[in-house]
């Protein structure tokens, strides 16, 4: 509505928005104006004094309403002089200065005035408001579009990329084999497949890698490819440097002019290289940090479960007891939480020796995600030790959350405490292994 108003000439000519330098000069000079037409349609009277009404009031009454009532009070004091010209001219001989009509005129102007400038100041604090939020409004529009356009690629991203790090971290777990350290790179064919799916590889090459040789004979092959060069400028600095390259480093001396786009290694925690991908098409804008930061995390996890190094032994050897998969779980993860690229943790409940409180830790281990690993440290005594990939501190929260409330819904306990369970966490953190697992059950570190 304010809009509306002020869109109006006429409105903007009747109640202006601004005091300007032709005010001062209006006011005084409607005044004389209207003496000048009583003059002319009425030369014995024209400030229409002698009526039962004083209309020329209506002009300083107009002013003040237009512009305030300090040039509401000027305009009446123009009325004021013109009486004294026209008494000086001859006009109204014999009568006496008019004080209380110009009094009461004057109290009206100014009471009209006062009106003037409240509204006045209301209207200016209105549209001000009006202005911001209108400021805010184009703002909040600004970044709805922006939402909804950051909305539209993140769809786009997850109808090309329809599986999660997570997802990819299972189907990696599942190529697991119980002696799969004694075999050479195994489910190479669905590794390649999976790296199609995540970081858009049209055509690559998985080769063994063997005391820094690489074998020309390839384990697994996606797509068409050529054989392997084994003078390729950007695959011998890979070997040399045992880092991932790609034609948009600057780090070599010459200019590449091979035909390879990426090479990347199989390497473990044991920092053992045991694999090349070697990648000779993929779109060139794929080729960015976080999609090569996202080849790597998963060319680190295959290696450290298919190929681990003599820490997972380690741990075997200090506990007898913990399955093989589950250590190379471990130090996988270790691995991916020491480049700070992915966070786990690991989960002990321990029963007090109650039957319930052991069928309790059972159902845990029964209702586990499908990629959490498990340890039964001291299955008699129910001791129990979860590893829980891909899960921080809010992912744990909520995972303790989720156990509580089963307590309460199946077993009518309000806490772990109640149920005959002690608990106890670990955040995974890069560190040693052996130190890890030691600090989480509280004991002395075995070697």
């Known amino acids: 509505m ?45 400030l229409l004094l002698t009526g039962s009404l ?18 509401g009070a000027l305009s009446m004091l123009t009325l004021m002089l013109a009486w004294f010209l026209f008494r000086a001219a001859g006009l109204y001989p014999g009568m006496a200065f008019p004080e209380f009509t110009y009094l009461g005129g004057l109290v009206i102007v100014l009471v009209a005035g006062e009106f003037s400038d409240m509204w006045r100041v209301r209207l200016q604090r209105a549209e001000s408001r009006a202005a911001y939020t209108e400021e805010r409004l184009k ?7 922006l939402l909804r356009l950051s909305h539209d690629r993140l769809e786009e991203n997850l109808l090309l990329r329809p599986y999660t790090v997570r997802d990819a971290l299972l189907r990696l777990r ?8 004694d075999e050479d790179l195994p489910a190479g064919e669905e590794l390649l497949n999976l790296l199609a799916e995540y970081c858009q590889l049209q055509r690559a090459v998985l080769y063994r890698v063997h005391h820094g040789d690489i074998d020309p004979r390839p384990v697994a092959m996606l797509g068409e490819n050529k054989p392997l060069d084994t003078r390729d400028s950007l695959l011998r600095f890979t070997l040399e440097n045992r880092v991932m390259s790609h034609v948009q ?42 999609t090569l930061q996202l080849f790597s995390v998963l060319l680190n996890f295959y290696a450290d479960i298919v190929q681990h190094g003599p820490e997972v032994d380690e741990l075997c050897t200090a506990w007898p007891g913990m399955p093989p998969v589950f250590g ?3 130090v996988a993860l270790n691995g ?81 405490r109640q149920a005959g369970l002690t608990y106890s966490h670990h955040s995974v953190n890069g560190g040693p292994v052996l130190d890890q697992i030691a600090e989480l059950l509280g004991v002395d570190h075995v070697r």
Request: charged fraction near 25%.
């Open 139 to 145: 703002s909040l529009t600004q970044r709805h579009v």
């Open 54 to 71: 004083r209309w020329m009031l209506l002009v300083p009454i107009v002013v003040a309403l237009r512009y305030g009532s300090f040039l």
């Open 2 to 46: 304010l809009g509306k108003l002020g869109d109006n000439r006429w409105a903007h000519w009747l109640a202006p928005s601004n005091r300007s330098l032709v005010a001062w000069f209006e006011a005084p000079a409607l005044v004389i104006l209207a003496a000048i037409l009583g003059l002319l349609f009425k030369p014995e009277d024209p």
């Open 328 to 330: 190379r779980e471990l």
């Open 249 to 290: 480093m600057r780090d070599m001396d010459v200019a590449y002019t091979g035909f390879y786009w990426v090479c990347a290694p199989v390497m473990n925690s044991g920092e053992q290289m045991v694999g090349m991908v070697v990648v000779e098409r993929m779109p060139f804008l794929s080729i960015n940090q976080e």
């Open 174 to 181: 599942d190529v697991m084999m119980e002696e799969s350290h």
């Open 336 to 416: 991916l939480a020491k480049e700070r690229k992915v966070d786990s943790t690991l989960v002990r409940f321990s029963a007090d020796g109650s039957q319930q409180a052991r069928q309790i830790v059972e159902s845990l281990q029964r209702g586990r995600r499908n990629l959490d690993g498990f340890w039964w440290v001291d299955e008699r005594h129910a001791d129990l030790v979860l590893l829980m990939p891909m899960t921080g501190e809010s992912g744990l929260e909520s995972f303790m959350l989720r156990t509580e409330k089963m307590l309460q819904d199946d077993y009518a306990f309000a806490d772990l």
